[in-house]
């Protein structure tokens, strides 16, 4: 097993560092305070490729693969973990699933737009009353003529307000159960549909909100795969959101080792820097240790990937689970270590305390992953099959 980086993913990360140093970390803070989506630094993101590593090239992508990827988000995490749900908005949750699922003439519509940016995406799966349990959705697009008309409510969709196209999850017959849920590439322009933006505690520079569709006409080509494809396209792209995720929380961590180890080499009390008192020391290597085992077990899913293996829930649940407990675990630590300091604006460790939590819910609860990983272990239900 080689676990090195070659020298064009080397190059690739520092690109990405240098971009996220330069245009990223200088106003995170203040587009955090300010609750601002910072759609032109999106699109320079997308000027450089960031969204089309694992998208052909006719299609407008550079098709070097997850691991890319992978490397790229954890970059750009540690400058902004709300800039990395742009990863998942504009391809992993929506171009690669139209690549993967849609006709060509989807493909060639929608897929260019959303990893250039033209166009702002969006995946729309939870709705008020439906969260881990995504069989109990109550909205609907049922047949009519050679199209469909789509009924309901999402809610805590990224960019919900935001976004030009969505991939929304909606029962075109619910007495069929699984069979009867579909998945559909949706204008958000369409009449009918209307979108407001909802206050949350972290993540503020990526907009959150609720989207309710009344009457939609959507179109037959709005169809996303085949009737009945829902589930399948659905959980399909939470296991590829699933490894962003993961890359966003391991660079979230690493961001708040970055900001300890350079507090507790300035910081002095007793006549000595704070970093050498063992309890801190005890804290660093903590979160050293358990950022290291993250990125490897994300890395390796993204590798995995780039070899075929797009199926590969139970190592991506591996990933996302130590990602989740892991991050949560680093903003506590480096809120300890710099104390008053940490609970002010004057660092950034604020904002990472308040941004580290969602990792433990979005793409995935904890208790869900740690139900696919237990119960394939237990043998009642394969986690890759």
């Not at 979005?362 to 237990?378: F, H, R, Y």
Request: charged share 25%; aromatic share 8%; with cysteine.
């Amino acid at each position: 097993m080689d676990f090195t980086l070659n020298e064009e993913l080397l190059a690739m990360k520092e690109a990405a560092r240098d971009f996220t140093q330069k245009e990223i970390v200088p106003n995170a803070d203040q587009w955090d305070e300010e609750h601002y989506y910072p759609i032109e630094v999106i699109r320079k993101m997308a000027d450089l490729g960031f969204f089309g590593c694992p998208i052909p090239e006719e299609y407008g992508g550079i098709n070097i693969g997850f691991l890319p990827q992978t490397i790229i988000t954890e970059e750009v995490s540690r400058g902004s973990s709300s800039l990395r749900v742009a990863f998942n908005t504009q391809c992993l949750g929506t171009a690669l699933s139209i690549l993967r699922h849609g006709t060509e003439e989807q493909k060639k519509k929608w897929i260019p737009d959303l990893i250039s940016a033209k166009k702002i995406g969006c995946f729309a799966i939870t709705e008020p009353d439906s969260g881990s349990d995504v069989m109990s959705m109550k909205a609907t697009a049922k047949p009519d003529g050679d199209g469909f008309i789509l009924n309901g409510s999402k809610t805590w969709i990224s960019s919900a307000a935001q976004a030009e196209v969505g991939i929304v999850y909606a029962y075109h017959d619910r007495d069929k159960g699984s069979k009867g849920l579909s998945a559909f590439v949706v204008d958000l322009r369409s009449d009918g549909v209307s979108a407001t933006d909802l206050d949350k505690l972290g993540t503020r520079s990526s907009p959150t909100g609720e989207i309710v569709f009344e009457d939609v006409r959507l179109p037959g080509d709005a169809l996303l795969g085949k009737l009945g494809d829902g589930v399948k396209i659905c959980f399909s792209s939470l296991n590829q959101t699933r490894l962003s995720c993961a890359a966003g929380g391991v660079g979230l961590s690493q961001a708040c080792l970055d900001t300890a180890v350079q507090y507790c080499n300035e910081r002095e009390q007793f006549g000595q820097q704070v970093g050498k008192f063992q309890m801190n020391q005890e804290l660093i290597a903590n979160m050293a240790t358990e950022i290291e085992a993250c990125r490897l077990l994300t890395y390796r899913a993204a590798w995995q990937k780039d070899q075929g293996q797009m199926g590969n829930v139970l190592e991506s649940c591996y990933a996302k689970f130590l990602v989740g407990e892991t991050v949560t675990r680093c903003a506590h630590s480096a809120m300890k270590i710099l104390g008053a300091y940490g609970y002010s604006t004057e660092y950034p460790v604020a904002r990472f305390y308040r941004d580290a939590v969602v990792y433990q819910i979005v793409e995935g609860t904890v208790n869900v992953q740690k139900m696919i990983i237990a119960q394939d272990q237990l043998g009642y239900r394969k986690a890759n099959r």
